[in-house]
């Protein structure tokens, strides 16, 4: 996800699929850079790239640290998962953290 959205939609947030600026309901995979590259802005395809990179490596960590809470006893709380994963789901555009009590 893309806190920031997609360009000229920051509505959008995934940044794997979404409608197409141009396609109207037609969805594009990996919008951002597909986008950038159709309409010859080269000069905007690394950031794209780039942004969706940093979305991948945050959901990636994301995963590593919930198989990793998800391994640990019962009784642990020590080791901060339950603090860890409040405090990442308090950060995800759409979750209101009132919710998560």
């Not at 109207?24 to 395809?45: F, H, L, Y």
């Not at 969706?52 to 901060?80: F, I, M, Y």
């Amino acid at each position: 996800m893309l806190r920031e959205g997609l360009k000229n939609r920051p509505w959008f947030k995934h940044s794997l699929y979404a409608p197409g600026f141009y396609t109207g309901d037609g969805v594009k995979t990996m919008p951002g850079i597909r986008e950038a590259i159709e309409q010859g802005e080269w000069s905007n395809v690394n950031g794209e790239i780039a942004r969706v990179a940093e979305a991948l490596n945050a959901k990636a960590a994301l995963l590593k640290e919930a198989a990793r809470c998800s391994n640990r006893g019962e009784t642990d709380v020590s080791d901060g998962c339950e603090i860890g994963t409040r405090r990442w789901l308090t950060n995800q555009p759409g979750i209101k953290p009132e919710r998560l009590h």
